[in-house]
């Protein structure tokens, strides 16, 4: 699994707990079903996206600070 | 780790699928669910009524921005007012009979909690009035948040005669001590730890590290040693195989 798909995942969970967040904290009222199904999609695709490029910067952040260990040949 | 996040991941289906299963279990008095439309409903012509939240008129808490913040173990008297209005000019004023007055609150398009007045049985009037005592209940430790309410007042045939839908924001105790904020903060820390960590995930990725070649001329490899004889008894002497020097010889 790539750092982006990893972190894209963990963000489709994070958008979803944000919205409900936000609705506990009375910033969202999520009063009917079809809007706040509406939203909770909302904030799983903006999550998944958004968190899956921060994975893949952080993935190449790692692999830059920290290069696979390629030995020539010979 | 795996296993823990697929830990993770059932919590959060598990608190997904309690947040829209709770509002169709009756936590509070009343039975019948509430209107689920976000929408103001209109009233009957010529009847009009006020509701007022511990003496805030609702119709000011219309929006979520707007929604009447009170504490979730307070409890609030709710009165309505009603009274008939003349339909056009020299019209006389209709009569009702106003039986029964509602409070329901929505979530996810379902009554979470729903409070009624109990039924009186008077005549036709003009106008009226209805006070009630309303508290969350159970609720309070479950949930916090930005609720739609829906104030209702019924004829004695249950024709729906007026509602207002207003907001308010309960507040757990100490703001944050209810079981679902506290779920889901445990979850988002876990998930944010998850993804300060996936930059190593592109290391499992990356190719495996080259090897260096074998080398050209393959050998067979070497029998492995023989183990070692045993060492004799301290006093004796080992006994000699045919063939083999014994100790101390030439």
């Known amino acids: 699994?790539?750092?982006?798909?990893?972190?894209?995942?963990?963000?489709?969970?994070?958008?979803?707990?944000?919205?409900?967040?936000?609705?506990?904290?009375?910033?969202?009222?999520?009063a009917s079903l079809t809007t706040g199904i509406l939203?909770?999609?909302?904030?799983?695709?903006?999550?998944?996206?958004?968190?899956?490029?921060?994975?893949?910067?952080?993935?190449?952040?790692?692999?830059r600070n920290h290069p696979p260990d390629v030995t020539p040949p010979g | 780790m795996p296993g823990f996040r697929a830990t993770v991941?059932?919590?959060?289906?598990?608190?997904?699928?309690?947040?829209?299963?709770?509002?169709?279990?009756?936590?509070?008095?009343?039975?019948?669910?509430?209107?689920?439309?976000?929408?103001?409903p209109t009233s009957a012509p010529g009847f009009s009524a006020n509701v007022y939240w511990n003496?805030?008129?609702?119709?000011?808490?219309?929006?979520?921005?707007?929604?009447i913040t009170i504490s979730s173990y307070a409890s609030v008297t709710v009165l309505y007012f009603w009274n008939s209005t003349?339909?056009?000019a020299g019209e006389p004023l209709h009569l009702y009979n106003v039986t029964d007055a509602r409070l329901a609150m929505t979530y996810f398009g379902y009554a979470l909690s729903t409070r009624d007045v109990p039924p009186v049985?008077?005549?036709?009037?003009?106008?009226?009035?209805?006070?009630?005592?309303?508290?969350?209940?159970?609720?309070?430790?479950?949930?916090?948040?930005?609720?739609?309410?829906?104030?209702?007042?019924?004829?004695?045939?249950?024709?729906?005669?007026?509602?207002e839908n207003f907001y308010v924001h309960l507040v757990p105790p100490y703001s944050l001590l209810a079981i679902v904020p506290i779920l889901l903060i445990i979850i988002?820390?876990?998930e944010v730890i998850a993804i300060a960590r996936s930059g190593r995930q592109a290391a499992l990725k990356a190719p495996p590290s080259a090897k260096p070649p074998p080398?050209?001329?393959?050998?067979?490899?070497?029998?492995?040693?023989?183990?070692?004889?045993?060492?004799?008894?301290?006093?004796?002497?080992?006994?000699?195989?045919?063939?083999?020097?014994?100790?101390?010889g030439p």
């Open chain 1, 1 to 30: 699994m790539s750092a982006a798909s990893y972190a894209a995942e963990s963000g489709v969970v994070l958008g979803i707990v944000f919205v409900l967040l936000a609705q506990q904290f009375g910033y969202l009222a999520l």
């Open chain 2, 121 to 163: 049985l008077g005549g036709t009037e003009t106008r009226g009035s209805f006070d009630m005592s309303w508290n969350v209940g159970a609720i309070q430790y479950v949930l916090g948040g930005t609720y739609l309410v829906t104030a209702t007042l019924f004829a004695a045939n249950g024709t729906n005669l007026w509602s």
């Open chain 2, 215 to 248: 080398p050209s001329s393959p050998a067979p490899s070497p029998p492995p040693p023989a183990a070692p004889p045993p060492t004799p008894p301290t006093g004796e002497t080992p006994p000699t195989s045919p063939g083999s020097t014994p100790p101390g």
């Open chain 2, 86 to 88: 003349a339909t056009g």
């Open chain 2, 9 to 40: 991941r059932v919590g959060v289906l598990a608190a997904a699928a309690l947040l829209m299963v709770l509002p169709a279990i009756p936590l509070a008095a009343g039975a019948s669910p509430a209107p689920t439309s976000g929408a103001r």
């Open chain 2, 55 to 67: 003496g805030a008129d609702v119709s000011s808490a219309g929006s979520p921005s707007s929604a």
């Open chain 2, 188 to 190: 988002a820390i876990f």
């Open chain 1, 39 to 63: 939203d909770i999609v909302i904030g799983a695709v903006i999550g998944g996206v958004l968190f899956g490029l921060i994975g893949w910067a952080l993935g190449h952040r790692y692999l």
